[in-house]
């Protein structure tokens, strides 16, 4: 299990941005593929956006439609975080927001991933 410390969440209108932070103190922490999910009320967790390693210094990102062109998630290895960039923000992204780290399988699952941070709440008001 690896500790993950989101922060950054908050209160925001829409059209707003916010920047999510996901800190994982390993140092191993470039090899890690990172990824991003949502919980709103009600509705089952899930996948925003995702970092994954694919060796040496390449990482390739993956992002459900309804945030391309809006969320960016990007990391910076030497503080051993990953973020998540959000921009144009809309009332549906109203979530609690979670960090977490790949262990195997689809990355759009849920259950592909292991260690789990405590969640962040973003709330969008219109």
């Known amino acids: 299990q690896v500790q993950l410390v989101e922060s950054g969440g908050g209160l925001v209108q829409a059209g707003g941005s916010l920047r999510l932070s996901c800190a994982a103190p390993?140092?191993?922490?470039?090899?890690?593929?990172m990824g991003w999910f949502r919980q709103a009320p009600g509705k089952e967790r899930e996948f925003v956006a995702a970092?994954?390693?694919?060796?040496?210094?390449?990482?390739?990102?993956y992002y459900t439609d309804s945030v391309k062109g809006r969320f960016t998630i990007s990391r910076d290895n030497a503080k051993n975080t990953v973020y998540l960039q959000m921009n144009s923000l809309k009332p549906e992204d109203t979530a609690v927001y979670y960090c977490a780290v790949h262990s195997s399988g689809s990355i759009y699952e849920r259950g592909s991933f292991g260690s789990w941070g405590q969640g962040t709440q973003v709330t969008v008001s219109s």
């Open positions: 390993r140092p191993t922490f470039s090899r890690y593929s």
């Open positions: 970092i994954m390693w694919s060796g040496g210094s390449t990482y390739i990102t």
